[in-house]
């Protein structure tokens, strides 16, 4: 199974600021990675997917990068409704391995 | 509007059995792979598997495998998990999600509300 590592597990930040999370794949997963994020008792929503397509209607301040084994998901300038926990996702073979999560809490 | 809607989770004792389901409506759901993912409470989310849009191909998690049976009734757009052997580390809220997939991208775009499963004596 590929493993996924996020990095950190959780960040404290305050609005405004420039938040970035990296994911690392245990093996090349070419563009095969997608970023989601989960509010409590809420289920996941997908933000990004293919590394760095950006979901209809996900605002542009959230933007990815990455190929192979190194991503990173980066918001620009951190708004109160993006205190959550981030995920990313592999989907270049089954399992489809999660990190294990980015918890993103208020300073 | 796309809209997936879990249902059949409930507190059941350990080695018994429940079959969660998931009513899809708002597109064409004979044209989706669909997932079902889960999340122990307090834990992260964790793959459990996949069937393909026809039903002719599903993939399970190594934890869940021989366990669990993924299904779809294309006539009544809805994707079924049946849980047999049931453990207490099955506890978890499970999520049916539908696939989109394209050029180079394969993500899952929506997802239910969850239906929480406690294993328990």
């Known amino acids: 199974d590929i493993q996924m590592t996020q990095s950190p597990s959780s960040l404290s930040a305050s609005v405004g600021d420039r938040v970035t999370i990296t994911c690392r794949a245990s093996q090349s997963i070419n563009s095969y990675l997608n970023w989601y994020h989960q509010k409590p008792g809420k289920a996941p929503k997908l933000l990004i997917s293919a590394a760095s397509s950006l979901q209809s209607g996900v605002p542009s301040r959230f933007s990815g990068s990455g190929s192979a084994t190194d991503f990173t998901l980066t918001i620009s300038s951190l708004q109160p409704e993006d205190f959550a926990t981030y995920y990313c996702q592999q989907s270049y073979s089954p399992p489809w391995t999660f990190g294990q999560g980015t918890k993103v809490e208020i300073k | 509007e796309v809209q997936l809607v879990e249902s059949g989770g409930g507190l059941v004792q350990p080695g018994g059995s429940l079959r969660l389901s998931c009513a899809a409506s708002g597109f064409t759901f004979t044209s989706y792979w669909m997932h079902w993912v889960r999340q122990a409470p307090g834990k992260g989310l964790v793959w459990v598997s996949r069937i393909y849009s026809d039903g002719s191909s599903t993939t399970y998690a190594d934890s869940v495998k021989g366990r669990f049976t993924i299904s779809r009734d294309n006539a009544k757009n809805t994707l079924y998990l049946q849980m047999n052997s049931l453990r207490a580390e099955d506890t978890a809220v499970y999520y049916c999600?539908?696939?989109?997939?394209?050029?180079?991208?394969?993500?899952?775009?929506?997802w239910g509300q969850g239906t929480l499963v406690t294993v328990s004596s």
């Open positions: 999600a539908r696939v989109e997939s394209g050029s180079n991208k394969r993500s899952l775009d929506y």
